[in-house]
Structures are given as structure tokens and as C-alpha cells.
């Protein structure tokens, strides 16, 4: 997604820099930072005269230590530089989950939905959420929902494995969107003149589990996931049943590449044929 939203930027002559541990694998264009988020000292000298910071991490592994440093320690740490060294930006945006909301109702929820997470996960995303909100720059979140993509393909692996279960009973909602929407939601947020301070980040069309696994049987040509109870499926994340609404991105202007998991995935399939 970074890497992405960096190609897009690059082609509008922007000057965009990647911040990371190892950088040499970032795509030609982006100037290359090498930097450690957990070690303070490495970020003594971050380049200067910046616009805007785009944060987004993925955390090294599913537990609460790893979230901790990706969305709570991460952010402060490279906050706190910026602001040291005296950096002027224009904006600072987070890229955030909608695993802060823990609806399992099926119910919509949009940006004043309220967030108690039940969870480590998102509670430490709310977490690096306050972090920003209290930076000394304005600052926008974006809750982004299920990224799949290119090298995001784990939903058609299973499929086509025969692996894919869901549970029967009423339906349970997903809600997802595509790489390239990812990284067109951001670079349209950070183009807007006066954009508001938080967004949801998914496609138009909240999905029931089961309704997306048996469409990409179909596109794949493999056999039908099967319906278990729910107590046999096995997953170490938390259990969430619940749609969420992109109408304030929509009114903002952004127009979707892919408005729905069916678009979406059709185009990843093409590509991997």
C-alpha cells in the first residue's frame, strides 16, 4: 500500500521519501531512508523540509507487543523527532482499522459509530490514533478495512485450495477493499483543500462471508466452500459482524476503482492468470 500511494506520488513529480528498516527494496522513485522505528537514535536525521507524513505499518506479528510498537510506540517515537527537529508539516495521515469498531450485530457504522474494542488490536490502534490527533500538525485518520491485492491473495488461496469455510446462520458481514484503492483514498486525502479528521477506508458494498467465498468458487472454478458450525472455525483474531459505511469518503469526492469485491477480485484474478 505504501509503496503504492509512493508510485502515484512520484508520477505527479512529487518528492517522496520511504522510511524503513531495510529500503533497498523500495521501488525506483522513492528516495530511500533507513531508519528503525524502535530505536530512537536512528531518527536523528530525517529529511528535511517536509509537507506531509503518511504513516502506515503493518505489525510484525498478531499479539499485543507487536501492536504496541507498530501503532503506539512507532508513531510517538517519529512524531516526537519531526517535531525536535523543528519540521513544518501540512498534514500527518495514519493510516488506521476498523477493527476499532466491535459491532457483531451486522449493524452500520460510520465515523461517529462508537469504538469500544474488545480486543489488544484495536485498542492499540486507538491508541496511535490519539497519538496523531494530539501531534502539533493536523492530522487525518483513515480506517481501512480487509486490504487484498496484489500479494494480498490469502482469501484465494484458501478457495482454490479447497480450504474456504464459513459458518451457517445469518450472515456475517466483511468489509474490505482493494490495494489501488487504498492508495488512491490517500493520495485524494491528501490532495483536499479542507478535508475532514477521519474517514473510512472501504469499498461500497459490506459483504456476507459467505456470499464472497462462493463467488470466487465460481470465478475459480473450484468447489464450494463448506458451511460448519461456527465453533469450528478457528481464527486467533476476534469475531466482528458488522457494515461499514465509505459515504463521507464518497461525498469527498473519491471515486472507486474497485466499488465492490467483485471488481476487485475479477482484476486479481486476470492478473494471475
Known amino acids: 500500500m505504501g509503496t503504492a500511494l ?3 506520488l512520484v508520477g505527479e513529480a512529487d518528492t517522496v521519501w520511504g522510511l524503513r528498516r531495510r ?30 507524513l503518511i504513516y502506515a505499518v503493518s505489525p510484525g506479528g498478531y499479539d499485543d507487543a507487536h501492536y504496541r510498537a507498530a501503532y503506539v510506540e512507532g508513531p510517538r517515537r517519529l512524531l516526537e523527532a519531526l517535531d525536535q527537529q523543528g ?10 482499522s476498523t ?3 466491535a459491532q457483531t450485530d451486522g ?22 490514533e490519539e497519538i496523531v490527533r494530539r501531534a502539533p500538525w493536523p492530522a ?14 490469502r482469501l484465494i488461496d484458501r478457495v482454490r485450495s479447497g480450504s474456504a469455510l464459513y459458518s451457517a ?22 490532495r483536499l483543500p479542507e478535508p475532514e479528521t477521519l474517514y473510512l477506508g472501504v469499498d461500497s458494498e459490506p459483504a456476507d462471508e459467505s456470499a464472497v467465498l462462493t463467488w470466487l468458487a465460481g470465478a475459480l472454478g473450484a468447489p464450494e466452500p463448506r ?8 481464527s486467533p483474531r476476534p469475531s466482528t459482524n458488522k457494515r461499514c459505511s465509505n459515504e463521507r469518503l464518497l461525498a469527498s469526492g473519491y471515486a472507486f476503482r474497485y466499488p465492490t469485491f467483485r471488481e476487485g477480485y475479477a482484476a486479481l484474478l486476470s492478473d494471475l492468470t
Open 227 to 234: 458451511v460448519v458450525p461456527a465453533q469450528e472455525i478457528e
Open 140 to 153: 487525518i485518520i483513515l480506517r481501512l478495512g480487509g486490504i487484498y491485492g496484489p500479494r494480498r491473495t
Open 169 to 190: 446462520g445469518p450472515p456475517r458481514y466483511t468489509n474490505r477493499i482493494h490495494r489501488d484503492d487504498c492508495a488512491g483514498a490517500l493520495r485524494h486525502l491528501l
Open 87 to 96: 519540521q513544518k508539516l501540512r498534514r500527518v495521515l495514519l493510516v488506521s
Open 107 to 128: 449493524s452500520w457504522v460510520d465515523e461517529s459509530s462508537p469504538t469500544e474494542p474488545e480486543n489488544f488490536s484495536g485498542r492499540r490502534v486507538l491508541e496511535g
Open 99 to 101: 477493527s476499532v469498531y
Open 6 to 8: 509512493g508510485g502515484l
Open 23 to 52: 529500503p533497498a527494496s523500495l521501488p525506483i522513485g522513492i528516495r530511500r531512508f533507513e531508519a528503525d522505528l524502535s530505536v530512537p537514535r536512528s531518527l536523528r536525521d530525517l529529511p528535511s523540509g517536509l509537507d506531509e
